[in-house]
């Protein structure tokens, strides 16, 4: 029987330790680490395959995150009552931790790397995406996979105007922004933020801020692999595969190659030949070039191919970097021409198409009452959200086809990102209480579309007499950096992320940021290339601002005549089942009347949602009489319902949907001050009376008074009530 050898290492993250574990379980992983961070415990596991996979040219990569709703002690709803696809958050953060840990392979790697992050517990004060994220480090950095250098992550709070390392949920709530750093000891390899209009000094601050700690995350995970290795808990690395070059090829068309290529870019920026024709004339000269150096080098296609794509992917960037000119012949801090229109379905609730350059982005915007909220069944705390923005991407926005499938990651992510740039300026439930669907269909793509659905989408809002707080604008960032020489780009197009080294989206109002998203293709960036993306991104944001408000200027003050009108009142609890009826007879009786749309919280908050707004206010009065409730002293003026000998009965609440209101008896005493002998003297049915309120009787029934509710009590007149004339005694003396 083989001896069970574990190692457990422990680090303080954020003023709670983090514990690293390996040798315990799923041992046969090429590296697997449990990690526990409070009550919170993630297993991760990275397996390698062991053969290279044939006639690919990229890294197979698979990066998993399973949520188990046991961790929280839930058991998954519907009918099979598993887990079935991964939930949003879960994408999201399978995409976390692949960001900042896929740069750092080996070019060459072909084989199949598999990360798997299973959530077993999760305390809801330390994010298992954190624990994740630091665990597929380690399992990869333990195992014998060649990633050879580790990366740490952590959450960087700002509460209270200080900054805070993985802040807990109250902490989080109080916080300006959640800022979600990744990277290695010596550079920032990923950045995601969403932010309450924070300035870019401050988000700059919090990144070095979140590095420091990253740096002793790194330390201690490679401190743990050298102990581990001593107790045989991990694998020596193999080797990491060579590119293979052939250097006779590469010096023999280098030199026609390059400047064949050279005048074709050029010619491309001196015409500013648009997307499609710059493709199609580059794709030209190298085939041509091919076709050239085919008879020399036979039998060698692919590679000739591979040589001459990497010597035009060179010459693009050196007109960047010597010339500070782009292959569309823009300035390295220019954003390409913007058109904007506003309200062009007319049946949508608000809608808007933003242009930039042919990066074109369609939004719509509908309107909804509460209950269209989206139920979540995740791992967090909240149940429901009622702002949702959803990103399509089309086959045809880049002139290809392919079979139209549900949303992948990408599109998840870019969804989520412009939701997260949007979300700071919604207007709060109490102020404008509906559900707000955003969906942005991406019509045009080259670059940036995701930036471009947050202006579109802010438009749609605006369009829609969304109050919100501000507009917000986005823009994406790319670098080009050799050496010591680096030029930051401005509204990247398709082709510059391509042959660039990263890509930074940052959104905003005039005040400050609200969402970013960084991610590199080299080996991390410093915090001077991020001060300076960060200020020209702003730059390029303001811009684009005011090209949005120049044809909007601010949000519609009316909703669209087909967008539902809200209503909104507060009821006392207990008295929700006297508008809910048994068995929701009730209810069901007042959508008949007034075809409106109820949601009633359990909180006493009522939603009336209605396109028509006569019967949406008949469904609040309905609901309004239906809880009033009748206080002792009040006055009322109420209709006589029924006349008695001992007195009358008046409904102080009217009666609604055919039924009977509130009605209390007023006794023939209480009718006037004065003596009543006959009850229809003063009041007969069907009149409509003021009385006031005395209390209940032992039976909980009603007590009226008319004269009480009179002004005052009438004088005595002695001519109109002479006194009785007495008996005359005879006085015998």
Sequence with gaps: MVEQISLVKELDVGGRSMRLEVGKVARQAGGAVLVRY???????????????????????????????????????????????????????SARLIDRPIRPLFPKALRNE???????????????PEISAMVGASAALYLSNIPFQDPVGGVIVGLVDDQYVINPTLVQSQKSKMYLVVAGT??????????????????????????????????????????????HGLAAPKIEPPVVEANPEMEHSVAGTATEKLRAAVDLCITEKLSKKEREEYLQEVKTGLVETFL????????????????????????????????????????????????????????????TRGQTQVLSAVTLGPISDGQILHGLGIEETKSFMHHY?????????????????????????????????????????PYTIRIVSEVLESNGSTSMGSVCGSCLSLMDAGVPIKAPVAGVAMGLIKEEDQVAVLTDIQGAEDYLGDMDFKVAGTAMGVTALQMDVKIAGVTEEILEKALAQAREGRMHILNKMLAVLPAFRKE????????????IDPDKIRDVIGPGGKIIKKIIEETKAEIDIEDDGRVFIASVNPGGGQKALE???????????????????????????????????????????????????????????DVVKEGDMIVVKVLGYDNQGRLKLSRKDALPHEPKRDPESHPRRPGRVREVQR
């Design 38 to 92: 409070g009550d919170t415990v993630v297993l991760v596991a990275a397996t390698m395959a062991g053969n290279v996979r044939e006639g690919i040219d990229f890294l197979p990569l698979t990066v998993d995150y399973e949520e188990r709703l046991y961790a929280v002690g839930k058991i998954p709803g519907g009918f099979i009552k598993r887990e079935g696809r991964p939930s949003e958050k879960a994408t999201l």
């Design 113 to 127: 790397v598999q990360v798997v992050a299973t959530v077993l517990s999760v305390d809801q004060d330390n994010p």
């Design 185 to 230: 000891h010596d550079a920032v390899m990923m950045v995601e933020a969403s932010a309450r209009e924070v300035p870019e000094s401050v988000i700059l601050e919090g990144i070095a801020f979140g590095h420091e700690k990253i740096k002793e995350i790194v330390n201690f995970i490679k401190a743990f692999r050298e102990e581990a290795l001593t």
């Design 295 to 354: 008879p020399v080098f036979v039998e060698q296609e692919a590679e000739l191919k591979k040589i001459i794509d990497e010597l035009e992917k060179k010459v693009v960037r050196r007109f960047i970097l010597d010339q500070k000119m782009r292959i569309d012949g823009r300035a390295v801090n220019e954003v390409r021409p913007i058109t904007v229109e506003a309200g062009i379905l007319p049946r949508a609730h608000g809608s808007a198409i933003f």
């Design 392 to 432: 399509n991407f089309l086959a045809y926005s880049t002139g290809e086809t392919r079979p139209m499938r549900s949303p992948g990651r990408r599109e998840i992510g870019h969804g989520a990102l412009a939701e997260k740039a949007l979300e700071p300026v919604i207007p709060s439930e109490e102020n404008f």
């Design 559 to 570: 909703l669209s005549p087909y967008a539902p009108r809200i209503l909104h009142i507060v």
């Design 622 to 680: 309905i609901i309004e009489s239906l809880t009033r409730e009748v206080t002792t002293g009040g006055i009322y003026t109420g209709r006589v319902t029924r006349v008695t000998d001992f007195g009358c009965f008046v409904e102080v609440i009217p009666g609604v949907l055919g039924m009977s209101g509130k009605e209390g008896l007023v006794h023939i005493s209480q009718l006037a001050y004065q003596r009543v002998n006959k009850v229809e």
